[in-house]
């Protein structure tokens, strides 16, 4: 059985500072993928990272996976308060396929503070 | 192009009630996916399919089905509801990997 862990679970942050955002997984993924939500909202897509050592980075968030460690990291930079929201990591381990099934980690809910 | 649509956004229902949540996508996805959300928790795959005819169960199954008859729609069927299923449901439709969520049906059961 796939299992996705996230920590920390809860991150307070001031602005400015750096921080990162473990995920690891438990088996073998074709696919690891990153989501933001805002209160009452739906999913955002940030990242799909398809391979061993893929790194993409979009404005102040960088992700990046290890397939041997089952490891993604999601490292903010320079924190500012519009990036409040919580943080999901999925995997998708359809094999090869992706039917859309993914397993996902419990959240990382992140406040920066001024 | 309205991606993925789910109706109605909020609903209460009483136990032993039964519905049905919609969900549409007009993008001919072959793939859909019904999820909940729970506090505390990241999104649970309840069923999903692959095609018009063909659907499967997820993680948390049970007390939920769904059919599949055109490739556009996706309902979600609660036959008797329960306090345990009050939760937020989210469809998705996937394509070339890439997940699309639609806006979400905050559902209470009292």
């Known amino acids: 059985e796939l299992k996705v862990e996230q920590n920390p679970l809860f991150l307070s942050m001031q602005e400015g500072k750096n921080y990162t955002i473990y995920c690891n997984y438990s088996t073998t993924s074709d696919r690891l993928y990153w989501y933001r939500q805002d209160p009452g909202k739906s999913l955002e897509s940030l990242f799909v990272?398809?391979?061993?050592?893929a790194v993409k980075q979009e404005g102040r968030l960088m992700a990046s996976l290890d397939t041997k460690a089952r490891l993604s990291t999601l490292h903010i930079t320079a924190a500012v308060h519009d990036l409040s929201a919580t943080y999901f990591c999925a995997v998708d381990n359809a094999g090869g396929t992706s039917y859309g099934k993914l397993t996902f980690g419990q959240g990382t809910i992140l406040t920066v503070h001024p | 192009n309205a991606g993925v649509t789910q109706t109605p956004k909020f609903q209460v229902l009483k136990t032993g009630q039964s519905m049905t949540l919609q969900c549409a996508q007009d993008?001919?996805?072959?793939?859909m996916s019904w999820y909940r959300q729970d506090p505390g928790m990241g999104l649970r795959l309840i069923h999903y399919?692959?095609?018009?005819?063909?659907?499967d169960q997820g993680e948390v199954p049970n007390g939920y089905n769904v059919s599949r008859s055109t490739t556009e729609d996706f309902p979600l069927r609660l036959l008797s509801a329960a306090p345990s299923q009050t939760s937020v449901y989210f469809c998705?439709?996937?394509?070339?990997?890439?997940?699309?969520f639609g806006p979400g049906t905050r559902l209470t059961v009292t």
């Open positions: 993008m001919n996805h072959e793939y």
């Open positions: 399919s692959v095609g018009a005819g063909i659907t």
């Open positions: 990272l398809l391979s061993n050592g």
């Open positions: 998705a439709s996937s394509w070339a990997g890439e997940q699309y």
